[in-house]
């Protein structure tokens, strides 16, 4: 197995988010192998994800895209414009080009299927410490392109909401009541309830089941969890 060799002579700094604990284990493991690079510090939840690059600083966060809390693109488009330095590598199950092109749009710089190989995660990490893009060899990458380029009307709709609601709508389709949302956001449950009902505004659609199917729609929720 060919290893890659990173001459810096400090260690690339990752970190591992994605909320299956196993995964992440054999992801360490893997890791850990590699010459050259430290995990800093992992975590299955995409609001501590954020507080574990304020203080860890890593170069690379490899990140899932389900994620509890915060999902991953949201994760990304935070990081994307308050942690610009630090870059994004999609870790997904889902090879569709509506997917990547929802990551890439988010602002990852790379996106790999979880049944990659070995080398081909090698490959990816090389490709961003060395300030490159990068998309798995098993997704066309042309069909992403048009992706980019036209949308989709699920991909619009989502953008009408604010980084709140679609947080809040996240949290909904989870199956959170407004109690626990409120608690887990440190906000009042009125606010939440105003964020509930300006989201429904938005989106013409006035019942949580509405809001869970327009939620898995856009890729906000697994339809499995």
Known sequence: MQKHQYSSEKPRQILLVD???????????????????????????GLEALAL?????????????????????????????HHPDVRILILSMHSGPEYVARALNAGAQGYLLKDSAFDELAEALHALFAGRDY??????GEVVERFLSAGTDSISAAEVLTPRQRQILQLIAEGRGPREIASGLNVSVKTVEAH????????????VPGLVRFAIRVGLVNPET
Do not use: F, T, W
């Not at 604990?21 to 590699?34: E, K, Q, T, V």
């Not at 690059?53 to 895209?65: M, N, Q």
């Open 196 to 207: 509930r009902a300006q989201l429904m505004d938005r989106l013409g659609i006035y019942n």
């Open 135 to 140: 998309l798995c060899a098993a997704i066309d």
């Open 19 to 45: 909320d299956h604990r196993l995964l992440r284990a054999g992801m360490r493991a893997l890791l850990d192998d590699m010459p050259g690079i430290a995990v800093v510090g992992e975590c299955g939840d």
């Open 53 to 81: 690059v304020r203080r860890k600083r890593p170069d690379v966060v490899l990140l899932d895209v389900s994620l509890p809390g915060m999902n991953g693109l949201e994760v990304a488009a935070h990081l994307s414009q």
